[in-house]
Protein backbone atom coordinates (compact mmCIF):
# COMPACT_ATOMS: atom_id res chain seq x y z
CA UNK A 1 0.00 0.00 0.00
CA UNK A 2 1.18 3.80 -0.51
CA UNK A 3 2.20 4.91 2.44
CA UNK A 4 2.82 8.86 3.68
CA UNK A 5 4.81 9.41 6.58
CA UNK A 6 5.61 12.02 9.27
CA UNK A 7 9.46 11.90 10.10
CA UNK A 8 9.76 13.79 13.72
CA UNK A 9 13.67 14.71 15.08
CA UNK A 10 13.57 15.47 11.24
CA UNK A 11 17.40 17.41 11.60
CA UNK A 12 19.08 14.42 13.69
CA UNK A 13 21.29 12.12 11.84
CA UNK A 14 18.74 9.63 12.07
CA UNK A 15 15.93 12.38 10.41
CA UNK A 16 17.97 12.53 7.64
CA UNK A 17 18.68 8.34 7.01
CA UNK A 18 14.61 8.09 7.30
CA UNK A 19 14.43 10.89 4.70
CA UNK A 20 17.04 9.29 2.41
CA UNK A 21 15.53 5.46 3.17
CA UNK A 22 12.10 6.96 2.08
CA UNK A 23 13.32 8.94 -0.93
CA UNK A 24 15.05 5.47 -1.78
CA UNK A 25 12.48 2.97 -1.52
CA UNK A 26 9.40 5.35 -3.05
CA UNK A 27 7.69 6.22 0.56
CA UNK A 28 5.97 9.72 0.80
CA UNK A 29 7.21 11.87 3.35
CA UNK A 30 3.85 14.19 4.47
CA UNK A 31 5.65 15.94 7.08
CA UNK A 32 9.29 16.32 8.38
CA UNK A 33 9.74 18.01 11.98
CA UNK A 34 11.45 18.48 15.11
CA UNK A 35 10.48 19.89 18.45
CA UNK A 36 8.02 22.54 18.82
CA UNK A 37 6.87 22.40 15.52
CA UNK A 38 2.98 21.66 15.26
CA UNK A 39 2.70 18.07 15.50
CA UNK A 40 -1.18 17.97 15.15
CA UNK A 41 -1.36 19.56 11.59
CA UNK A 42 1.96 17.14 10.66
CA UNK A 43 -0.11 14.41 11.96
CA UNK A 44 -3.19 15.09 9.71
CA UNK A 45 -1.68 14.44 6.76
CA UNK A 46 0.43 11.60 6.88
CA UNK A 47 -0.53 7.90 7.78
CA UNK A 48 1.99 7.11 10.49
CA UNK A 49 4.87 9.07 12.78
CA UNK A 50 8.32 7.70 12.64
CA UNK A 51 10.16 9.07 15.92
CA UNK A 52 13.78 9.53 16.00
CA UNK A 53 13.96 12.48 18.28
CA UNK A 54 14.69 12.36 21.68
CA UNK A 55 13.07 10.59 24.44
CA UNK A 56 11.94 14.48 26.27
CA UNK A 57 9.85 14.06 23.49
CA UNK A 58 7.79 11.01 23.51
CA UNK A 59 5.30 11.73 25.47
CA UNK A 60 3.87 14.77 23.24
CA UNK A 61 4.55 12.82 20.31
CA UNK A 62 2.60 9.53 21.88
CA UNK A 63 -0.47 12.21 22.81
CA UNK A 64 -1.07 13.76 19.94
CA UNK A 65 -1.02 10.73 17.78
CA UNK A 66 -3.03 8.90 20.57
CA UNK A 67 -5.32 12.43 19.74
CA UNK A 68 -5.35 11.91 16.41
CA UNK A 69 -5.53 7.87 16.20
CA UNK A 70 -2.62 7.36 13.86
CA UNK A 71 0.21 4.83 14.51
CA UNK A 72 3.31 5.28 15.76
CA UNK A 73 7.36 3.86 14.84
CA UNK A 74 8.97 5.18 17.69
CA UNK A 75 12.90 4.65 17.80
CA UNK A 76 13.80 6.89 20.80
CA UNK A 77 15.83 5.41 24.00
CA UNK A 78 17.26 6.55 27.35
CA UNK A 79 13.72 6.60 29.18
CA UNK A 80 14.32 6.34 32.84
CA UNK A 81 12.45 2.94 34.03
CA UNK A 82 9.34 4.08 35.88
CA UNK A 83 8.63 6.77 32.95
CA UNK A 84 8.47 4.30 30.09
CA UNK A 85 5.97 2.18 31.63
CA UNK A 86 3.25 5.08 31.92
CA UNK A 87 5.05 5.89 28.02
CA UNK A 88 4.19 2.47 27.34
CA UNK A 89 0.56 2.00 28.60
CA UNK A 90 -0.08 6.00 26.12
CA UNK A 91 1.53 3.96 23.20
CA UNK A 92 -1.31 0.97 23.58
CA UNK A 93 -3.97 3.17 22.77
CA UNK A 94 -2.41 3.30 19.04
CA UNK A 95 -1.02 0.67 16.63
CA UNK A 96 3.04 1.55 17.64
CA UNK A 97 6.03 -0.46 16.88
CA UNK A 98 9.02 0.88 19.87
CA UNK A 99 12.20 -1.08 19.37
CA UNK A 100 15.84 0.22 20.48
CA UNK A 101 17.14 -0.82 17.46
CA UNK A 102 15.60 -1.37 13.79
CA UNK A 103 18.13 -3.43 11.74
CA UNK A 104 17.08 -6.81 10.66
CA UNK A 105 20.29 -8.17 11.79
CA UNK A 106 20.14 -7.03 15.27
CA UNK A 107 16.72 -8.26 15.77
CA UNK A 108 18.40 -11.72 14.38
CA UNK A 109 20.92 -11.54 16.71
CA UNK A 110 18.34 -10.59 19.89
CA UNK A 111 16.88 -14.21 18.68
CA UNK A 112 19.80 -16.38 18.74
CA UNK A 113 21.07 -14.55 22.41
CA UNK A 114 17.58 -15.27 23.68
CA UNK A 115 18.39 -19.23 21.99
CA UNK A 116 21.34 -19.08 23.42
CA UNK A 117 20.51 -17.33 27.15
CA UNK A 118 18.54 -20.59 27.07
CA UNK A 119 20.90 -23.42 25.99
CA UNK A 120 23.57 -22.37 27.94
CA UNK A 121 23.93 -22.48 31.69
CA UNK A 122 25.42 -20.18 34.31
CA UNK A 123 28.75 -22.10 33.72
CA UNK A 124 28.69 -19.76 30.61
CA UNK A 125 29.67 -16.50 31.86
CA UNK A 126 27.56 -14.02 30.03
CA UNK A 127 28.94 -10.29 28.76
CA UNK A 128 27.38 -7.34 26.99
CA UNK A 129 29.54 -4.90 24.67
CA UNK A 130 28.78 -2.21 23.08
CA UNK A 131 30.22 0.80 21.18
CA UNK A 132 28.97 3.52 19.34
CA UNK A 133 30.14 7.22 18.57
CA UNK A 134 31.26 9.49 20.43
CA UNK A 135 28.24 11.80 20.13
CA UNK A 136 25.97 9.82 21.70
CA UNK A 137 23.83 10.64 24.25
CA UNK A 138 22.22 7.52 26.49
CA UNK A 139 24.57 4.66 28.05
CA UNK A 140 24.16 1.68 27.49
CA UNK A 141 22.77 1.94 24.07
CA UNK A 142 19.01 0.61 24.06
CA UNK A 143 20.29 -2.18 21.97
CA UNK A 144 22.39 -3.38 24.54
CA UNK A 145 19.81 -2.84 27.24
CA UNK A 146 17.82 -5.09 25.21
CA UNK A 147 20.38 -7.99 25.16
CA UNK A 148 20.71 -7.32 28.60
CA UNK A 149 17.49 -7.66 28.93
CA UNK A 150 16.82 -10.77 27.51
CA UNK A 151 19.81 -12.91 29.18
CA UNK A 152 18.16 -11.45 32.47
CA UNK A 153 14.72 -13.00 31.93
CA UNK A 154 16.22 -16.11 30.39
CA UNK A 155 18.27 -16.65 33.52
CA UNK A 156 15.57 -15.41 35.93
CA UNK A 157 18.07 -12.58 37.21
CA UNK A 158 17.01 -9.20 38.06
CA UNK A 159 18.66 -6.00 37.82
CA UNK A 160 20.97 -6.65 41.04
CA UNK A 161 22.95 -8.91 39.20
CA UNK A 162 24.35 -6.46 36.43
CA UNK A 163 27.94 -5.27 36.86
CA UNK A 164 28.55 -2.30 34.88
CA UNK A 165 32.22 -2.00 33.78
CA UNK A 166 33.48 -3.59 37.46
CA UNK A 167 35.31 -0.75 38.79
CA UNK A 168 36.27 -0.96 41.68
CA UNK A 169 35.02 -4.66 42.35
CA UNK A 170 36.90 -7.46 43.86
CA UNK A 171 37.24 -10.92 44.39
CA UNK A 172 36.18 -13.11 41.58
CA UNK A 173 33.50 -13.06 38.78
CA UNK A 174 30.30 -14.94 40.23
CA UNK A 175 28.01 -16.83 37.92
CA UNK A 176 25.06 -14.69 38.28
CA UNK A 177 26.75 -11.99 37.14
CA UNK A 178 26.15 -10.46 33.59
CA UNK A 179 28.56 -7.80 32.73
CA UNK A 180 27.75 -4.85 30.76
CA UNK A 181 30.42 -2.62 28.96
CA UNK A 182 29.90 1.05 27.23
CA UNK A 183 32.59 2.49 24.94
CA UNK A 184 32.36 5.54 22.62
CA UNK A 185 34.82 6.93 20.47
CA UNK A 186 35.08 8.34 16.72
CA UNK A 187 32.01 7.66 14.48
CA UNK A 188 30.78 4.19 14.92
CA UNK A 189 27.76 3.66 14.00
CA UNK A 190 27.20 0.55 16.18
CA UNK A 191 28.93 -2.21 17.23
CA UNK A 192 27.27 -5.11 20.09
CA UNK A 193 28.95 -8.62 20.80
CA UNK A 194 27.13 -11.04 23.09
CA UNK A 195 29.68 -13.09 24.86
CA UNK A 196 29.17 -16.67 26.59
CA UNK A 197 32.48 -17.64 28.16
CA UNK A 198 32.96 -21.17 29.58
CA UNK A 199 36.07 -23.02 31.05
CA UNK A 200 37.03 -24.09 27.94
CA UNK A 201 35.24 -22.36 24.95
CA UNK A 202 33.59 -19.33 24.20
CA UNK A 203 30.65 -18.07 22.66
CA UNK A 204 30.66 -14.58 21.21
CA UNK A 205 27.37 -13.40 18.74
CA UNK A 206 28.42 -10.19 17.63
CA UNK A 207 26.51 -7.07 14.74
CA UNK A 208 28.36 -4.47 13.11
CA UNK A 209 26.22 -1.38 11.74
CA UNK A 210 28.56 0.45 9.04
CA UNK A 211 25.96 2.80 7.54
CA UNK A 212 22.80 4.01 9.62
CA UNK A 213 20.67 3.42 6.64
CA UNK A 214 20.29 0.17 7.75
CA UNK A 215 17.78 1.17 10.86
CA UNK A 216 16.17 3.75 8.56
CA UNK A 217 15.32 1.01 6.18
CA UNK A 218 13.91 -1.16 9.20
CA UNK A 219 11.91 1.27 10.62
CA UNK A 220 10.45 2.53 7.21
CA UNK A 221 9.30 -1.58 6.86
CA UNK A 222 8.05 -1.75 10.55
CA UNK A 223 5.94 1.24 9.83
CA UNK A 224 4.51 -0.36 6.68
CA UNK A 225 3.34 -3.06 9.00
CA UNK A 226 2.40 -1.52 11.91
CA UNK A 227 -0.44 0.67 10.09
CA UNK A 228 -2.28 -2.83 9.22
CA UNK A 229 -2.08 -3.89 13.18
CA UNK A 230 -4.95 -3.35 15.78
CA UNK A 231 -3.59 -0.59 18.89
CA UNK A 232 -0.80 -2.21 21.09
CA UNK A 233 2.89 -2.18 21.29
CA UNK A 234 5.10 -4.29 18.98
CA UNK A 235 8.78 -4.80 18.25
CA UNK A 236 10.79 -5.40 15.73
CA UNK A 237 10.64 -9.18 16.49
CA UNK A 238 7.18 -8.74 15.84
CA UNK A 239 7.46 -7.21 12.41
CA UNK A 240 10.06 -10.05 11.25
CA UNK A 241 7.98 -12.57 12.49
CA UNK A 242 10.36 -13.63 14.67
CA UNK A 243 8.32 -14.45 17.65
Excluded at 81 to 98: N, S
Excluded at 193 to 205: I, P, S
Aim: glycine content about 10%; aromatic content about 4%; some cysteine.
Amino acid sequence: MALTILIHGARGRMGHAVAAAAKELGVAVGAAVDLGDDLPAALAGCDVAIDFSSHAATRSLLENAVAAGKPVVLGTTGHPAAEKQALIALARKVPCVWAGNFSVGVNLLFALTRRASAVLGPDYDAEVVEMHHRFKQDAPSGTAARLLEIILEERKLDAAAVRHGRHGITGQRQSSEVGMHTLRGGDVVGDHTVMFAALGERLELTHKASDRQIFARGALRAAQWVVAQPPGVYDMQDVLGLK
